[in-house]
């Protein structure tokens, strides 16, 4: 969307608000299949939860990957109606949804239950819940992997160490619960090419031990992680992808399905969203403005996420050195230091690229500022 179209729908919408182009969604979902084509993708949904991006996705032969009951249940909810038409519980879209989470409450599990859903487990008291309340699931055993180099880690909570695996597998199966396979995560905008061949060729040894023992698998999970070009130190896509391809065809006959479960780069490219300047004062020789979104809103991800948010002005000028904070009443809410920006006046508006993913789906609403508006354009 252009500068000028940006601003007529902001005064028309209000501020703050987040404009997510579904056109940029379908293109990112493209070029993972062009590029990775034999890989199967579940759009994670913990990414960005806003409705519209299922029924954009659903057409194009996506799954989602979920980690609560309640993503699970959006998910139903938001595919087109002629999906469910002549559909049971017992044969819903079976393999659409994978419940990406380790740790499942009973609750969900009991609620699934007949869904034929795939699901990851990490440890032995998993597999017993699993057992007793949703029986009928198809497993995947998480691995623990390595996440260096990547902005946000996930190893430290997830996964089992590759050397019990095989052992974590076998007792699945001898309680009677089917494993169809492996998957692991290399952490969240993974900048690092190594996390995913080093996965990659522990999963291969993994599958080998387990079919020595007489158990047959037949996915593998490479997780998401793949990296957004937020700047220009991030590595190219292509490039990943190639190596990618070439290891997983050494690694793991035609016959075994791979999949990933693909978030941050599908929708962070898709969003921008618009902040009005509220207030200003001149503090430190520099000009701070304050905005009526921040950290404790849609820019949560400068806490979290660990991605620096840059403004950029409608107006033109000498830039200088300036600060950017939210609206709320704690000093954590800053967003930026050190922006450079030509000097604005109160009600002028401010826009952030590349804002659709963990942002609007971990935003409060702290000290009673609403979330920002939602306008979903080529929809």
């Not at 419940?99 to 699934?112: C, G, R």
């Not at 009443?329 to 993913?357: H, Q, R, W």
Request: glycine share 8%; hydrophobic share 40%; proline share 5%.
């Amino acid at each position: 969307m252009k500068n000028k179209e940006l601003i007529r729908q902001a005064k028309k919408h209000g501020t703050p608000v987040l404009f997510i182009d579904h056109d940029v969604i379908r293109a990112n979902y493209e070029k993972l299949r062009k590029h990775l084509p034999r890989v199967g993708l579940y759009f994670a949904m913990k990414a960005n939860p806003e409705p519209q991006i299922i029924k954009t996705l659903f057409p194009l032969n996506s799954g989602f990957d979920v980690a609560s009951l309640q993503e699970y249940e959006a998910v139903l909810g938001n595919v087109p109606a002629k999906a469910l038409r002549g559909h049971k519980k017992n044969d819903f879209i079976w393999d659409k949804i994978i419940v990406a989470n380790t740790i499942k409450p009973i609750a969900t599990l009991k609620a699934i239950t007949g869904y034929n859903t795939l699901m990851t487990f990490d440890n032995p008291d998993e597999l017993t819940k699993i057992k007793e309340h949703c029986p009928d699931a198809g497993l995947v055993c998480r691995l623990r992997v390595q996440n260096v180099g990547s902005v946000v880690e996930l190893s430290s909570k997830f996964g089992v160490e590759p050397g019990d695996a095989a052992n974590l597998i076998e007792k699945a199966f001898n309680i009677g619960l089917t494993v169809e396979g492996l998957s692991f995560h290399v952490g969240s905008q993974c900048c690092n090419i190594d996390n995913y061949l080093n996965a990659l060729e522990a999963s291969a040894q993994i599958f080998k031990e387990v079919g020595k023992r007489g158990f047959k698998m037949r996915l593998l999970n490479i997780g998401g992680g793949f990296p957004v070009p937020y700047d220009g130190n991030v590595p190219d896509f292509e490039g990943l992808a190639k190596k990618l391809r070439k290891e997983i065809d050494r690694l793991f006959p035609k016959k075994i399905e791979i999949v990933a479960e693909p978030g941050r780069f599908l929708v962070a490219t898709a969003a921008t969203l618009v902040v009005e300047v509220v207030g200003k004062s001149f503090r430190d020789n520099k000009w701070v403005y304050y905005v009526n979104d921040g950290v404790y809103g849609t820019l949560s991800g400068v806490i979290f996420d660990h991605i620096p948010y840059h403004f950029s002005s409608f107006k033109r000028g000498e830039k200088k050195m300036s600060a950017v904070v939210g609206p709320t009443c704690d000093a954590l809410d800053t967003i930026s230091t050190a922006e450079m920006l030509p000097e604005l006046n109160i009600g002028d508006f401010l826009y952030v690229k590349n804002c659709g993913a963990y942002t609007n789906g971990s935003a409060t609403t702290f000290n009673g500022f609403p979330k920002a508006k939602i306008v979903n354009i080529n929809a």
